[in-house]
């Protein structure tokens, strides 16, 4: 951590911030592949295709054919799912950083800094008709996890909101998303609501994400 330096984004730091946000957006595939596997509506329709074809066919080739075919579709949704999510951010907000997140006093753009280079990410905006910030793009490369980088730029966003004058912070993450999960209960973040994500297959495989919320007068009684 004494390496660590947490400051505003630059105008250098774009291309770095795009990696790391892209990188860390598609490490999720995996493990949201295997969240699709586990729910009861895909798991009975790949038993269901598998028995009727072998019953139809008498082959047993053509049906293992088949749910291969399904599960390669089916990864090719999830990855589409988040390639869009992925394109669609770097369109928007990620494209013009100082103009979203730069120009007003209740909301940044923080890097995470480590021997001269960018290795994580996260930013702030005021949400809307609330006395909350919003948590969002919190991304920590994947070579400088475990080392308190992602706790200490939650601490910047809280002391940010705590010096506007804000009642906490607010933040969004997914089902697969486990460590992101564990940090911020651990940060005092607490759960108060859960949503299936709006894309059509994200409602076919009860996709979900959740809604964290810390509440910093709370925490300093």
Not at 9 to 25: A, Q, S
Not at 202 to 212: H, P, W
Request: net charge positive; charged share 25%.
């Amino acid at each position: 951590m004494a390496e660590l330096k947490i400051r505003r984004y630059h105008e250098d730091d774009e291309e770095d911030v795009k990696e790391i946000f892209t990188l860390g957006m598609s490490e999720h595939i995996p493990s949201s592949c295997m969240h699709v596997l586990k729910q009861p509506l895909p798991q009975m329709i790949l038993v269901c295709v598998f028995c009727a074809i072998v019953t139809s066919s008498k082959s047993i080739l053509l049906p293992i054919l088949t749910v291969t075919l399904l599960l390669a579709a089916g990864r090719q949704g999830v990855s589409y799912m988040f390639t869009k999510y992925i394109q669609t951010s770097l369109k928007q907000d990620l494209n013009n950083i100082r103009q979203t997140y730069l120009e007003s006093p209740n909301s940044c753009f923080w890097v995470a800094e480590s021997q001269g280079h960018v290795v994580g990410t996260v930013a702030c905006l005021p949400v809307q008709f609330e006395n909350y910030l919003e948590l969002k793009r919190m991304s920590v490369k994947k070579s400088h996890r475990g080392r308190g980088i992602a706790k200490a730029l939650c601490g910047t966003v809280a002391d940010f909101a705590s010096e506007r004058g804000f009642q906490g912070v607010v933040l969004h993450t997914s089902v697969v998303q486990i460590d992101g999960q564990k940090l911020y209960e651990k940060m005092g973040y607490r759960k108060i609501r859960e949503f299936i994500a709006p894309e059509a297959i994200a409602r076919l495989t009860n996709f979900t994400l959740m809604e964290y919320r810390l509440d910093l007068k709370r925490n300093r009684d």
